[in-house]
């Protein structure tokens, strides 16, 4: 009998060890999704790597670091008061991930945080950038299981630090500028996070070649701007397209220079270019500044055919430009022209159609409206000019428009600029991409 009952005692010895080693062996992953960013907690073997990922002189460039410490706390609080919460604080509303688990079986740190340690963040779209805290006491010693809150927007999450004192969090969001909320006990700070649009420059090899930087008017009011200067050096291997990326939302095709002699809507083109370098968006942009870069560097409307007549012809560079916007699944096309005094169309005017792209006639009704400039809808596409490049994206059943400013050709005035760059900020406004 006594045997049996040693027996029964080992055997329930060795289940409530078991029990307990599963149990240290737990562990919760927090992924949240904010409206439009993205935060995650990284795993602790990624700390060791933290002081690399700091330093990155990509994604933190000019940051300086900032220190949070106990003489300040009460500042720092009322700055952030509720904007910050408690994993355990029912004012959540359930932007955190329960930690329960991890609480029972993380032990608590028995110092006190008396200095944070944080940097700002600054990174391009869709490249994943690492938000470190660091942890100290008073003797600067790093403070292991500090339980740490991270917060951009309304969701949160909540993350202990390693033997080091440090908790990785990994933000990867769209375009945009945010502010991360941090809290260690009763320390709470903040730092900016700057997310810029991802943007590409692709040469598009068609046998078309020119150099437009020979045209004085061109390189006279050409924005300080590198991707513009990228985009006139282009020119001499093809035909420009620059690509901005800022992350979900509509894409929106734009062309300028289908004429060569139209200068103030290519001015425009390089106006709108520094502007989404500097500005994030939602959605992506595809911009052509020069198509006919051989017509444009001889200073004439076109050298063979005219582009705005062939564009349902298979092969041609215009029908190449529909293709794409096909292709890139574009929500609208905007191309900008300009008109000389007693041509046709002769004014400044945006036009569009009712079919087949019904959204057409909105749109051109929404820049006419914006811009106070006329407005010509055609009952349907190509009614007109079966061969123009707006009319052919039309028939695919994607809105576009043609816009005109009226001045001489091979001239560029302030107001016919400004007027050709405002329609084209809002058609990228009738998108939601601005």
């Not at 060795?14 to 919760?28: D, G, H, Q, T």
């Not at 500090?146 to 951009?152: C, M, N, P």
């Not at 092969?315 to 005094?341: E, Q």
């Not at 811009?371 to 007109?384: L, P, Q, S």
Request: proline share 3%.
């Amino acid at each position: 009998m006594k045997k049996r009952y040693l027996m029964l005692a080992l055997i329930v010895l060795i289940v409530s060890l078991s029990f307990v080693s599963a149990s240290e062996n737990v562990s919760v992953s927090n992924d949240l999704e904010a409206d439009d960013s993205y935060l995650s907690v990284s795993d602790t073997s990624v700390a060791d790597n933290v002081k690399n990922n700091v330093n990155d002189n990509q994604n933190n460039a000019g940051d300086n670091e900032l220190v949070s410490n106990d003489t300040n706390t009460a500042n720092s609080s009322s700055s952030t008061n509720g904007a910050v919460a408690d994993t355990n604080s029912s004012s959540n509303n359930g932007n955190v991930a329960n930690n329960n688990s991890s609480q029972q079986t993380t032990p608590v740190a028995k110092q006190t945080p008396s200095k944070i340690v944080t940097k700002n963040l600054s990174s391009t779209y869709g490249t994943q950038v690492s938000y470190t805290v660091k942890v100290l006491d008073k003797k600067n010693k790093p403070i292991k299981n500090q339980e740490v809150v991270v917060t951009i927007g309304t969701k949160s999450v909540t993350k202990f630090t390693d033997a080091k004192g440090v908790a990785t969090f990994t933000c990867n969001c769209q375009a945009g500028s945010y502010v991360i909320k941090y809290k260690v006990g009763k320390l709470t700070g903040s730092n900016t996070y700057k997310v810029k649009n991802k943007i590409t420059l692709t040469t598009l090899n068609w046998g078309l070649k020119g150099d437009v930087s020979k045209i004085k008017l061109i390189k006279k009011n050409m924005p300080n701007n590198a991707w513009v200067k990228k985009a006139v050096a282009a020119t001499k291997k093809g035909i420009p397209l620059l690509t901005f990326k800022g992350g979900k939302g509509k894409v929106v095709f734009m062309t300028a220079g289908v004429h060569g002699n139209e200068l103030s809507s290519q001015v425009a083109a390089m106006k709108m270019i520094k502007h989404l370098t500097d500005t994030p968006i939602k959605g992506t942009v595809y911009i052509i500044p020069f198509v006919n870069v051989k017509a444009i560097s001889k200073k004439v409307r076109y050298t063979d055919k005219d582009f705005n007549r062939i564009a349902a012809n298979s092969g041609t560079i215009p029908n190449k430009i529909v293709k794409l916007v096909v292709k890139y699944k574009c929500n609208a096309y905007g191309d900008f022209h300009t008109t000389k005094p007693g041509g046709v169309p002769g004014k400044n005017i945006v036009m569009g159609s009712k079919g087949p792209a019904t959204q057409s006639a909105k749109l051109t009704n929404y820049i006419a409206k914006y811009c106070k400039v006329n407005k010509k809808i055609y009952k349907y596409a190509g009614e007109v000019y079966p061969g123009a490049i707006s009319d052919n994206v039309n028939k695919k059943g994607i809105p576009a428009v043609i816009c005109e400013v009226m001045l001489p050709h091979n001239t560029v005035t302030t107001k016919t600029v400004t007027t050709s760059y405002n329609m084209m900020k809002y058609l990228l406004k009738f998108n939601s991409i601005l």
